[in-house]
């Protein structure tokens, strides 16, 4: 046998999963034996709310009768799980925003087209469907739910994703603005700066399994463009302790490494790192699939990448696969992400500005400073000169890189494949108005083969996975469309209005077609959903209600024009 490498992806073992979360991880593998994986989503699971103490449920589990093989009769399981548990997002009850009205004054008052005017009337309606707040049961018997109690009531992405999750939230509060749901909307930053203060770091989502990792860090760009709607200073005031708090959190290690350029100078970037190394519990049957094939050695190492990927909202994609078609390839890890590094360039001006605006001169100047470290940092490692974008660089694929926290730079070490992300320095004003490269990043945009009759493909790659071609994601639209529209360029303005164009075509058809808003859209045709991944695409939804309300409010939609296909 090969001995293991000397080396283990964390630097220290994660916490164990708490004894809910190891139950119900053993009841996701029983139901997929028991009921076979056509219908089968793990989640469905592990988000069953339990009717009687833990201890009462395990043994009467236990007791349960077993086939030859092992499994548990289905007719047997059924009623086993409806005599123990209740339904799946039970413990989420529904609610109505006090904020929210059917017909809000002053709403998008560039939108002359009536047509328009009444499906974005009826995407403003969604809230209500969206709206929850967690019930009281969850707070008084916590060790019963993987759901985490909230402060506040809150908006959920939809379907399967019944639970508040970090980065979606961003376009949803983008859509209440726009709907004037301020108070909700507050809510919803509070839930998550709760987070912070309960954990160190804005999870990943509220479930008790979402405790292994972030995502996408814009809990500040909520901040700042709410308060950019409502002047609350007193909302600027609670926010920057948090967001300071929640900074070290991406800047320290192990997400932050020390790499050297090609000049011997030193820069800090960061990378996603999930705190875990066994399945996630929430796909543990899928996880445990997908590792099945790999060595014992290799098997934390891969479950490390899995939860590492999924803190990076991309889960998954060829993004981060060595071989873009096979899932134990890998190696999130191990890159520095043009779109995490312009999240957290982002994060430092926003911190500085509401330092600034509150008169904290010191924080101010310190993330000033810090920005423009990050500015260099991200031109010295990232940018591509010959390539006109950004590219996320590798730092190396072994299994050892994930302890390591100083390297240096290699010219080959950039990944040179295309995505959406490549573009995304640009939301988070990489480049400064007047950068002699803005021409050459709207080239290598119009050339990069990402703009497609219905949106911007994820990727140009076809692996199967849902962050990559031909889906198309709500936010990726958003960012790139307000990056090209900000730039002070005609041509930028142009080819943000085209996008624009586009995508809400296409969510228009697709909402006529089957009167709901999907999570994501297929690039290849207009009104096309799309698919891929290891759940069926799911509707409601927090993200693409947001985008839509967004773009609507901010470049309208003339009278004349169509918005059919």
Not at 229 to 243: F, H, I, S
Not at 407 to 413: L, V
Request: glycine share 6%; aromatic share 12%; net charge negative.
């Amino acid at each position: 046998a090969m001995s293991c490498p000397d080396c283990a992806p964390l630097s220290s073992m994660p916490p164990p999963p708490p004894p809910l979360l190891s139950f119900l991880q053993h009841l996701q593998a029983a139901a997929l034996a028991s009921l076979g994986p056509a219908q089968f989503d793990p989640k469905d699971i592990i988000d069953l709310p339990l009717r009687f103490p833990l201890s009462q449920t395990t043994l009467a589990f236990q007791k349960l009768e077993r086939l030859a093989n092992g499994s548990i009769p289905p007719g047997t399981f059924q009623k086993f799980v409806n005599d123990y548990f209740y339904a799946a997002g039970s413990d989420v009850e529904a609610y109505t925003p006090p904020d929210f009205v059917s017909q809000p004054e002053d709403f998008l008052p560039n939108v002359k087209n009536h047509q328009v005017r009444e499906w974005a009337l009826q995407v403003h309606s969604l809230w209500l469907n969206l709206s929850i707040k967690v019930a009281p049961s969850v707070a008084q018997h916590p060790d019963r739910h993987t759901l985490l109690p909230l402060p506040h009531p809150a908006i959920v992405p939809g379907s399967r994703f019944r639970e508040v999750y970090y980065w979606d939230s961003y376009w949803i509060i983008k859509g209440l603005i726009v709907s004037k749901m301020f108070e909700t909307a507050k809510g919803m930053i509070e839930n998550l700066m709760y987070f912070v203060d309960t954990y160190g770091f804005v999870l990943n989502g509220a479930r008790a399994y979402y405790q292994n990792r972030s995502e996408p860090p814009l809990l500040s760009a909520m901040v700042r463009e709410l308060y950019a709607a409502t002047n609350d200073l007193g909302l600027l005031k609670k926010a920057l302790p948090v967001l300071i708090r929640e900074y070290a959190y991406w800047t320290s290690e192990p997400h932050q490494v020390t790499i050297m350029d090609r000049n011997g100078l030193n820069h800090s970037l960061s990378r996603y790192f999930g705190n875990w190394d066994s399945p996630r519990p929430e796909s543990f049957t899928i996880d445990t699939r997908v590792a099945s094939g790999v060595s014992h050695c290799k098997k934390p190492f891969l479950y490390h990448d899995i939860a590492s990927t999924a803190e990076s909202g991309w889960d998954f994609s060829s993004r981060w696969m060595g071989d873009r078609q096979n899932l134990t390839t890998l190696h999130t890890s191990s890159y520095l992400p043009t779109d995490l590094n312009a999240y957290l360039l982002q994060m430092e001006e926003n911190i500085g500005f509401i330092a600034m605006t509150i008169g904290n001169t010191t924080i101010a100047e310190q993330f000033s400073n810090a920005s423009k470290s990050r500015k260099f940092a991200i031109d010295a490692i990232l940018w591509s000169e010959d390539m006109g974008q950004w590219l996320d660089y590798i730092l190396q694929p072994d299994m050892c890189a994930s302890n390591q926290h100083a390297f240096i730079w290699k010219e080959h070490g950039q990944n040179r494949d295309i995505f959406a992300s490549n573009f995304i320095p640009l939301w988070c004003n990489a480049l400064s108005p007047g950068d002699s490269r803005v021409d050459k990043v709207i080239d290598a945009f119009e050339h990069s083969g990402l703009l497609h009759v219905a949106g911007i493909a994820t990727s140009l790659h076809d692996s199967s996975q849902q962050w990559d071609f031909p889906n198309a994601w709500p936010p990726l639209q958003h960012m790139i469309i307000e990056s090209f529209d900000k730039l002070g360029s005609k041509r930028g303005k142009a080819l943000a209005r085209t996008i624009v164009q586009r995508w809400l075509q296409t969510n228009f058809a697709a909402f006529a077609k089957i009167g709901k808003m999907q999570e994501k859209y297929d690039v290849r045709a207009c009104g096309a959903i799309g698919s891929g991944g290891e759940y069926v695409v799911q509707t409601g939804f927090g993200w693409s209600n947001g985008v839509v309300l967004a773009l609507l409010h901010d470049f309208g939609w003339p009278q004349d024009m169509h918005i059919d296909c």
